[in-house]
């Protein structure tokens, strides 16, 4: 949907909308348009990957006073008032650094910045990760286990929790994967069977293509599923036989780098092995 606004008080009113408000809209739709030049970037296929096939042109557009927010549309708008408060509370050169850390928000990061960090190959820096989920898992387990709590009690709260934690940092790819094989896995402490981190990560896939086939489009699932699917395989042979915590750091960060080239280059066409050390 595409609006030109028209003064600065209707910028506020705008401004002002939440998850779940209402609109009476009237405008035209239209097809997106496909790329000019060959290999350059094709907006209809980018919209095509998001399940958006028209767009709307609007004339006119009319909040209304109805709301009907459901609880997803709460939590999106805690999310966005996090935010805003971030934004104006922090300084400027900080909080778009704090905004993409813990909600896993970018879009307050300036693009000469974000291009730097793509060109470096160290743009994961500022995405939550499937290493962020296990280090929130490995900080929580560490908690409860001070606490006195039993294994059960500790898997049904991390379990309930993580859904969540996925929703508040904007459900991309990496974290959903993390968050269902992190589920699948401590739900296995709760049941009389052996769930291995290959069979969680094959079912995450699952998941995720039934409820969104779209989602093997994007990069990051593609890159996510890629590099998992490499350290767990490359864990049976290389992994289990270093000693070394900075070698095993070392070896892991190699072959990250290496499991996503193809990705990269189909993608970007460049790659960069500076990623290695970071």
């Known amino acids: 949907m595409s609006y030109k606004l028209t003064s600065e008080q209707e910028q506020k009113q705008f401004m002002r909308l939440n998850y779940g408000d209402k609109l009476n809209v009237n405008g035209e739709l239209e097809i997106p348009g496909k790329n000019r030049n060959k290999d350059q970037f094709n907006y209809q296929d980018f919209l095509y990957r998001k399940q958006i096939h028209w767009l709307l042109k609007v004339n006119a557009i009319e909040p209304l006073s109805e709301n009907d ?3 997803l549309h709460r939590i999106k708008n805690f999310r966005k008032s996090q935010l805003e408060k971030i934004d104006t509370e922090l300084d400027s050169q900080i909080a778009p650094y704090v905004a993409s850390l813990i909600y896993g928000d970018r879009t307050t990061i300036e693009s000469s910045v974000y291009e730097s960090y793509q060109r470096l190959g160290v743009v994961h820096l500022l995405a939550i990760s499937g290493l962020h989920v296990n280090l929130i898992i490995a900080g929580f387990l560490l908690l409860f286990r001070r606490l006195g709590f039993q294994i059960e009690k500790t898997a049904i ?3 309930t929790m993580l859904p969540l934690y996925c929703l508040m940092t904007g459900a991309n790819a990496p974290v959903v994967r993390a968050v269902i094989m992190a589920i699948c896995l401590t739900g296995g402490r709760l049941l009389p069977i052996r769930v ?18 779209y989602a093997i489009l994007e990069i990051g699932f593609q890159l996510s599923y890629a590099v998992s699917f490499a350290i767990i395989l490359s864990g049976r042979k290389i992994l289990r036989k270093v000693s070394s915590n900075l070698l095993s750091a070392l070896y892991i960060s190699l ?6 080239i193809a990705i990269m280059s189909y ?11 970071f």
């Not at 072959?255 to 996503?260: E, F, K, L, P, R």
């Not at 993608?267 to 050390?277: A, D, K, L, T």
């Open 69 to 71: 927010a459901s609880w």
């Open 157 to 159: 709260i991390m379990i």
């Open 196 to 213: 291995t981190s290959l069979q969680a990560l094959c079912f995450s896939f699952v998941v995720v293509f039934v409820f969104n086939p």
């Open 255 to 260: 072959i990250s780098t290496i499991s996503g």
């Open 267 to 277: 993608h970007f066409y460049e790659f960069s092995v500076v990623g290695v050390f």
